[in-house]
Structures are given as structure tokens and as C-alpha cells.
């Protein structure tokens, strides 16, 4: 491994802005990173490589920019982020030939910013999914044991911050899509507050649940790419107008957690959390403790409704946003069609797979007459009662802190028969989408029995990124810090 | 509650899909296990509580100045359709 891609995004940041190192070397370094893992990881779909370095070079002639915040600092995107004239097949065959004709407006902005796109990184088809074996194109592996599942639907994004191949990338959190594989690879993964980052571009899952946030492989590094993709934007009706505070400089001088109340929920801590996870996370609250927090147990007593609800309006609106894709306007059309009714079934039925045809079937049939009261309108109830669980919560303490996932990676294939089971394992990430609040995985160790990377989660009430950032910052800093990944 | 394979093609083909014979019986399968968890949620006292749809707190619809704004040139958004006149998406015979 080369020393530059060793660096963490914000030190490759100061070094591209005092010309030690050019945007070329750096995008060389990526590249080269990319080469020799990639056979081994699969968390590329699709490589810019010659744009990329061109991009590199004209920014090496013009030099660097103060006022772009991440000037030739090469990053990855989810492949559900539209990136202008790069395929965006968001893990599916329907999109195999998708080429967007312009930038999602947190694109947008990372150009402004001076990021250079590397290209696209590989995930569960359109986001359905907990361990990237649901992409229609490859499956993932994880940077620490090859053999096991990098976590999803970002696992692309994960692997690949893990393994050095760029210094952020993008992911998207619908469920805990950026926190479960966050956790599973070892790295940083925040999904921002509800309306902080526009959904402008990207491809709509779950539209009241969807969130866009960084994959990094520090806390300082997550505040650097969010300061940069968020903002109110007037392209999605949903982004928030409200101030971007400058989360970089709200963590500069961050020391210790004296006057932080971290609340414990009880339903995170019990049964069903492996031994080695609650042993790591449980070995980080004795060390916020010891950097001066003060720790109180809460309850989220809806918590084992979550899923459930979860699920329900997920699939709901997930039926509702998938009809777009009709063989008509873009993506894949069954050729042998020959009404019009034939061509939206064929090309549907052919160019999704099954994952993704399993949950419109649930989602069309919970919105149907006779079982909308009783699923969906009784989910969004029961979604109400999980939000105030949260901020009842938070009258009691300023940041929540639990398990990311039960359990550390497991191996690939071991769950793809039984899908409610892997339903199940999203149990302590979903809450925070349906109450629509910030939340952050940071690696806390590895796990004792299995050796793999363990992720512990940081809650706050909405629009306080920089409270669970700098927690997970100073926090990070007292741990000992994690290896090189062990599988590559 | 016992989902049968009739139910589940009627649903799909209600979402424009069409399921081949072995999906059927698997989707019905799995879907039982799956709607019989979802249905735990009618354990729970929801009397009176307001449905929440959005996180958005304070859910209203922005507006804005009702001005035209040419966004999408046709000729980009027809080059991702699979098939077109150069001037129109074509579809097979509906009438």
C-alpha cells in the first residue's frame, strides 16, 4: 500500500492544498489501490479512471484552491447517486444502460468542492438489501475476511474506504445502508438528518426514509464531506432550509466529554446482541465514561415494533417509486413485447431481481384496497409512537449510543434464502430513518470470537450532526485504533 | 393467515409484474412468514394516534415563483430510452 492512500481524507486535503502532494499523485495512488484489491473486493462498478486523472491534471496546471474545500481529493459514490455521463444502474439490470445527463445535487456540490469522482461503487439493487449479495452485477467481499459480507445496501462504499481505494465515499441510508456496512468494514458512516443532504439525483427507494451521507475512515473526515453535501436545495421539497453549521470546525479542539449525557437504550443492550459486540461497545462506553460523560439508561419501548413498521412502509413506498421503471423512458425493455401491457410486465419482470420483486409485490399489496388501514396507515401510527420514543429520549440526554448491528460480518450466502432474517438484522438502525434523526457508526474494535471490525452507533436529535460527530471523534481518538484490514 | 399463490399473482400483476410459476409459490411462502411479522403491529393500542408519513416536522409544500425553467433537453432525455423517433418515446401498438 502506498503512503499516500494511508492518509485520512482531511490529511490528503492539507497535503494537496500545500503542493507536497499533487492531485495526479493522489488519483494515481486511488487507481493503482483499486487495481490490486479490486479482484479480490468486487466494490467498483464502474471506473472514471482517464476522466479522473485528466481532471487531476488540468487542477495540477491551474493549482490548488482555497476555496474548495476538498480540492483533488478523490472519492467514490454509491451507484444509486447520478453522476453526469457515468453509468448509474443502481445494482440493477433495468438500469444496465442508464447514462444520466446530469449531476444529483450532492454531486454537484463535491465538483464545486473539488472532489475528483473516481466512479461508482457496487450495492444491493436499488438498495434492497443488507449484505451487497443483492447486486445484479457482483458480490462484494469484505476488506477484513474475504469470505464474508461487507454489509449493505453501501457495501461497495464500505469495502472500499476500508481498503484504501479512495479517502470517502458516498453512500445512501434507507434503513441503516450506510451505518450497518460502516460497521461491518470498520469504517465511519453517517446518514445525516432528514432533509440535511438533497435527494436531488438520487434513485428514490424509500422517499420519506432516504438519506445520502459519507463513508470515511475518520469522524473529522465525515464532518469535512458533510460540510460540503449539505444544504437546502429547492430541487427536493423535502431538504431542510436551514443553516450548514461548518461540522469540521465545530470538531477543532474537541478534547474530552465532560458535560455529554449519553443515554443507553435497553432494548439495544439485551438479548439477541452477540457477546463480542456488546463486549466492544460496552468497553466504548466505559471509555466515554472515562473522558468525562455521564451515562444514563433510556428506553425506546417501541423498539420491537420497528422492524415491522419499517418494513411495511419501506415496501410501500418502495412499490409506489419502482413503477417509474416501465421499459418506456429509460432502462431495460423486453424486446419480444408486443402490447403495451406486455412490455411494462416483461420488462419489469426480467430486469428486477428478485429481491426487489419480492418487496413491490408486499409493498403494492399493503397499499391495496382492504389492507391499507390495517398495514401501511397502521405502520405510520406505530411511526409516530417510535419518533417520540426518541425524543422523549433526549429530554433525558443529548446523544444515544448502541450496537450498530447484533452481529459482526457474517459469511457471504449464509442468509440469502431467508429473507425475513435478514430483515431482522437491521433491527437497531431502522428506527432512526422512520423518526428521520442523525446517526453515526464508528468502528469501537474487533470482535473477540470472530476478529472482525465492530460498529457502535451515536444518535442525536435532529440537526445535530456535530454533537454525535464530535462524540465519535473524541471517542475514536481515546480507542485504540483499528489494524490495516486483514483479508486483502 | 395463509397467503395463496392466486393472491400473490393477482398483487403482482396489479404491480405490472409477471411472476413465473415457481416465484409464485415461493413469493406466497415467504410472504406468509413475512406479513405474519408484520401483522404484530396489531398488538399494539394505536387509538387515536396521528399517522406519521414524513419526518418532515412541519410537512408543507414549498412554493415557488411560478416561472418556466427549460431543464431537460429532449434530445438527452430520449437518448436513454430504448427505443424513440428522435422525437417521441415509442411504445408498441395501443390502439
Known sequence: ?488 | MTIQPEAVAKVAKLAKLRLDGDKVGRFASQMDGILAYMETLGALDTTGVEPLYSPVADAVTPMRPDVAVKTCPRDKILANAPQTDGQFFIVPKIV
Open chain 1, 1 to 488: 500500500m502506498s503512503d499516500i492512500i494511508r492518509l485520512s481524507l482531511t490529511e490528503v486535503r492539507d497535503r494537496l492544498a500545500r503542493r507536497e502532494i499533487t492531485a495526479q499523485a493522489a488519483v494515481a495512488a486511488c487507481l493503482s489501490r483499486i487495481k490490486a484489491t479490486e479482484g479480490r473486493l468486487n466494490a467498483v462498478l464502474h471506473l472514471s479512471a482517464e476522466d479522473a486523472l485528466a481532471q487531476a491534471k488540468a487542477m495540477d496546471a491551474a493549482g490548488p484552491d482555497a476555496d474548495k474545500r476538498l480540492w483533488g481529493v478523490p472519492v467514490l459514490v454509491k451507484d444509486a447517486i447520478c453522476v453526469k455521463d457515468a453509468p448509474t444502474t443502481c445494482g440493477s439490470k433495468i438500469l444496465e444502460n442508464f447514462v444520466p445527463f446530469y449531476d444529483a445535487a450532492c454531486i454537484e456540490k463535491l465538483k464545486a468542492a473539488g472532489a475528483v469522482i473516481l466512479g461508482k461503487t457496487n450495492m444491493d439493487e436499488f438498495a434492497m438489501g443488507s449484505s451487497t449479495e443483492n447486486s445484479a452485477y457482483k458480490i462484494t467481499a469484505n476488506p477484513w475476511d474475504t469470505a464474508k459480507v461487507p454489509g449493505g445496501s453501501s457495501g461497495g462504499s464500505a469495502a472500499a474506504v476500508a481498503a484504501g481505494q479512495c479517502f470517502a465515499a458516498l453512500g445512501t441510508d434507507t434503513g441503516g445502508s450506510i451505518r450497518q456496512p460502516a460497521a461491518f468494514c470498520g469504517t465511519v458512516g453517517i446518514k445525516p438528518t432528514y432533509g440535511r443532504v438533497s435527494r436531488y439525483g438520487l434513485v428514490a427507494y424509500g422517499s420519506s426514509l432516504d438519506q445520502i451521507g459519507p463513508l470515511t475512515r475518520t469522524a473529522d473526515d465525515a464532518a469535512a464531506m458533510l460540510t460540503v453535501i449539505a444544504g437546502h436545495d429547492p430541487k427536493d421539497s423535502t431538504s431542510a432550509a436551514r443553516e450548514v453549521p461548518d461540522f469540521e470546525a465545530a470538531l477543532a479542539g474537541a478534547a474530552d466529554l465532560r458535560g455529554l449525557t449519553i443515554g443507553l437504550p435497553d432494548e439495544y443492550w439485551g438479548e439477541g446482541v452477540d457477546d463480542e459486540v456488546r463486549a466492544a461497545c460496552q468497553n466504548a462506553v466505559d471509555a466515554a465514561r472515562a473522558l468525562g460523560a455521564t451515562v444514563v439508561p433510556v428506553s425506546l419501548p417501541h423498539t420491537p415494533y420497528a422492524v415491522a413498521t419499517y418494513y411495511i412502509v419501506a415496501m410501500a413506498e418502495a412499490s409506489s417509486n419502482l413503477a417509474r421503471f416501465d421499459g418506456v423512458r429509460y432502462g431495460y425493455r423486453a424486446p419480444q413485447a408486443q402490447s403495451l401491457e406486455e412490455l411494462y410486465e416483461l420488462s419489469r419482470s426480467k430486469g428486477f431481481g428478485a429481491e426487489v420483486q419480492r418487496r413491490i409485490v408486499i409493498g403494492t399489496y399493503v397499499l391495496s384496497a382492504g389492507y391499507y388501514d390495517a398495514y401501511y396507515r397502521k405502520a405510520a401510527q406505530v411511526r409516530r409512537l417510535i419518533r417520540q420514543d426518541f425524543l422523549d429520549a433526549f429530554a433525558k440526554c443529548d446523544v444515544l449510543c448502541g450496537p450498530t448491528s447484533p452481529f459482526a460480518a457474517f459469511p457471504i450466502g449464509k442468509m440469502t434464502d431467508d429473507p425475513l432474517q435478514m430483515y431482522l438484522s437491521d433491527i437497531f438502525t431502522i428506527s432512526l430513518n422512520l423518526a428521520g434523526l442523525p446517526g453515526l457508526s464508528m468502528p469501537v474494535g474487533l470482535g473477540k470470537t470472530s476478529g472482525m471490525p465492530i460498529g457502535m452507533q451515536l444518535f442525536g436529535p435532529a440537526f445535530e450532526e456535530a454533537a454525535i460527530l464530535r462524540t465519535a471523534k473524541v471517542l475514536g481518538g481515546a480507542l485504540p485504533k483499528l489494524p490495516e484490514p486483514a483479508g486483502l
